[in-house]
Nanobody, 120 residues
Framework: QVQVVESGGGLVQAGDSLTLSCVVSGSNLPILRWDWWRQSTGKEREFIGSMSGNSGRRSYGDSVKGRFTIARGNGKNTVVLQMNNVNLEDSAVYYC?????????????WGQGTQVTVSS
């Protein structure tokens, strides 16, 4: 069974950097795409960025463009979200989503999220 686990969240100050990790386990099926999303209390889930599992092509939401970077991690089936120059609006629960290719179709697998809190 595919499992997605995020880690690396915590309390940081505005202007600091933080790196989140996302590890997918339980399957050797190809991961077509990795997404990062976030959700603040009382707000809708917001798209942060994505990376193609094949080409490595990346795209980002406007609110984080130029500050956040998605990259492959050191381990197999690992990606990281490098967050630079964070601000108060970046406080949220951050979720990783892996789009897995089951050959007969694709399926989204979400993690439980990791909390990021930015203080002034």
């Amino acid at each position: 069974q595919v499992q997605v686990v995020e880690s690396g969240g915590g309390l940081v100050q505005a202007g600091d950097s933080l790196t989140l990790s996302c590890v997918v386990s339980g399957s050797n099926l190809p991961i077509l795409r990795w997404d990062w999303w976030r959700q603040s209390t009382g707000k809708e889930r917001e798209f942060i960025g994505s990376m193609s599992g094949n080409s490595g092509r990346r795209s980002y939401g406007d609110s984080v463009k130029g500050r956040f970077t998605i990259a492959r991690g050191n381990g197999k089936n690992t990606v990281v979200l490098q967050m630079n120059n964070v601000n108060l609006e970046d406080s949220a629960v951050y979720y990783c989503k892996a789009v897995v290719d089951y050959e007969v179709g694709y399926h989204d697998h979400w993690g439980q999220g990791t909390q990021v809190t930015v203080s002034s």
